[in-house]
């Protein structure tokens, strides 16, 4: 890295961090009750982890393959480590005892194979369902009304930790505004969380990115996962 990228970077990590804050403090909130999560995808272990010297504590990776790479190579220095991308079944293995929460859990296949894995290392593994708020045919994630259907089953996933909610809204519409989307996901939050689910406490709604997480706040978010607005644009060729 250069000195200047070094600069940039100092410096967009600090900003995304003041406006969190200021976000939280006009929603009445305080600004500690919002975890910030740099979406490190693409960002090669040079950059994480002068990201991770330089005031980012959590990182949230996509792709199995590439945090594996990354982990090797000590890019998460003493940051909490988190996966939020598509997951598969078959990719599970690698990642327990590695990451801290798995944030996008968003069918009883998939939850039920973290349990055995977690079972089989003898730790609980904290996790958050993924709800596919806006119901996109393409998403994964439990529709809203499913979720309740799973919520029933949780007894049978002694070795999760089911920590609360994550939701991708759609693409933002031209307006940027996906108040509508982290108003909802709220709303499920707060019914979900006056009920008594074994293995559940709601206790982390992850919700908005680059382009909405002040809205995503003022609407409750205790978790943003911010990646354009640290790293910069992401060039998807010769990465990492
Ligand atoms: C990439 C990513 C983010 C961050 O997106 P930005 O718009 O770059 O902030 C957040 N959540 C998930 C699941 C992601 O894949």
Not at 46 to 65: K, L
Not at 103 to 127: E, F, M, N, T
Request: aromatic share 6%; charged share 25%.
């Amino acid at each position: 890295m250069t000195e200047q990228e070094k600069a940039v970077l100092r410096e967009n990590i600090a900003r995304v961090k003041d406006r969190a804050a200021e976000a939280a403090i006009r929603a009445g909130r305080r600004p500690e009750e919002i975890t910030l999560v740099a979406a490190t995808k693409m960002n090669n272990a040079e950059r994480v982890r002068f990201a991770v010297e330089n005031g980012i504590a959590v990182c949230g990776e996509n792709r199995v393959q590439e945090l594996l790479e990354k982990y090797e190579l000590s890019a998460y220095g003493s940051a909490d480590l988190q996966f939020i991308g598509t997951l598969q079944t078959n990719k599970v293995k690698y990642l327990i005892g590695k990451v801290s929460l798995i944030q996008s859990v968003g069918s009883l296949r998939l939850a039920q194979a973290i349990d055995r894995a977690a079972g089989k290392h003898g730790i609980r593994q904290p996790i958050l369902l993924e709800v596919n708020i806006g119901r996109e045919q393409a998403k994964s994630g439990f529709m809203p009304n499913e979720i309740w259907k799973f919520l029933d089953k949780t007894s049978e996933l002694g070795n999760l930790d089911i920590r609360g909610l994550m939701a991708i809204p759609p693409a933002a519409p031209s307006d940027g505004n996906n108040l509508y989307y982290f108003h909802e996901m709220s709303q499920l939050f707060i019914d979900i969380s006056t009920k008594k689910y074994d293995n559940v406490s709601m206790a982390c709604l992850s919700m908005g990115m680059t382009n909405d997480f002040e809205d995503a706040i003022s609407c409750g978010s205790t978790m943003i996962r911010v990646g354009t607005a640290i790293f910069g644009a992401r060039s998807y060729a010769g990465q990492p």
